[in-house]
């Protein structure tokens, strides 16, 4: 029975997403993945995670693994791995730093970065990384889907349920918003948790946390 399992902002913490994927027991052979982007930067093991993720789907295809774009790649894909200042001011060092240590050509990395998708689009639900800015997919752009946190301000339905990230709750809980959506980001990296929303086949749902994991934790 296939379940839909997706998981919010990442950012370096390596070892928790492990752990978040133990607690929900993630069967690769029946379950799909959706991650809303963020994989890097800020945390520890932006490189790790990376790393990891793209050998998960390439172990189980890109249909079962779905990974999205998050603002913080088009950062680094925008910087060229090199050290421009939106990037540095948005945890980028951690980021290259984790390559350097791993002696991993960060270019590999961004080529990826570049191919990732901006939004999965279910026949019930939109994933995409900040949230949709205007209700229908179609009227929204590149700069909207990565950045807009315009459902702060709005309370008009979108065309669909939209499961986001990139608004981080410090609380360390998934949360509802104005319009009706759901936005993952439970603030890992500030020492929240990671979340999972767990989708059944039969419609039902949940949200699984991860605790900030302890090797995750900077000095």
């Known amino acids: 029975m296939d379940r839909l399992i997706a998981i919010g902002d990442i950012h370096g913490c390596f070892y928790t997403l492990k752990n978040l994927l133990v607690k929900v027991n993630y069967t690769s052979a029946t379950d799909i993945l959706v991650f809303v982007g963020d994989y890097i930067d800020r945390g520890p093991f932006s490189c790790e995670v990376v790393e990891f993720i793209k050998h998960l789907q390439h172990q189980v295809s890109k249909d079962k693994c779905i990974c999205l774009r998050g603002n913080h790649e088009q950062m680094a894909i925008d910087a060229g791995g090199t050290e421009d200042p939106l990037w540095m001011q948005n945890g980028g060092y951690a980021?290259?730093?984790?390559?350097?240590?791993?002696?991993?050509?960060?270019?590999?990395?961004?080529?990826?970065?570049?191919?990732?998708?901006?939004?999965?689009?279910?026949?019930?639900?939109?994933?995409?990384?900040?949230?949709?800015?205007?209700?229908?997919?179609?009227?929204?752009?590149?700069?909207?889907?990565?950045?807009?946190?315009?459902?702060?301000?709005?309370?008009?339905?979108?065309?669909?349920?939209?499961?986001?990230?990139?608004?981080?709750n410090r609380k360390g809980l998934a949360y509802a918003v104005p319009t009706g959506d759901i936005c993952i980001d439970s603030a890992c990296y500030y020492g929240g948790s990671l979340c999972a929303l767990v989708i059944n086949e039969d419609g039902t749902s949940e949200c699984v946390y991860a605790p900030k994991a302890e090797e995750d934790k900077e000095d």
């Open 95 to 168: 980021t290259i730093y984790s390559y350097e240590r791993a002696g991993i050509d960060i270019a590999n990395s961004i080529s990826w970065f570049k191919n990732l998708p901006l939004v999965y689009d279910t026949p019930e639900i939109i994933f995409c990384h900040a949230g949709l800015a205007k209700p229908q997919l179609k009227d929204n752009t590149e700069f909207d889907i990565l950045w807009s946190r315009e459902w702060l301000k709005d309370t008009e339905p979108r065309e669909k349920q939209v499961v986001f990230g990139h608004t981080p």
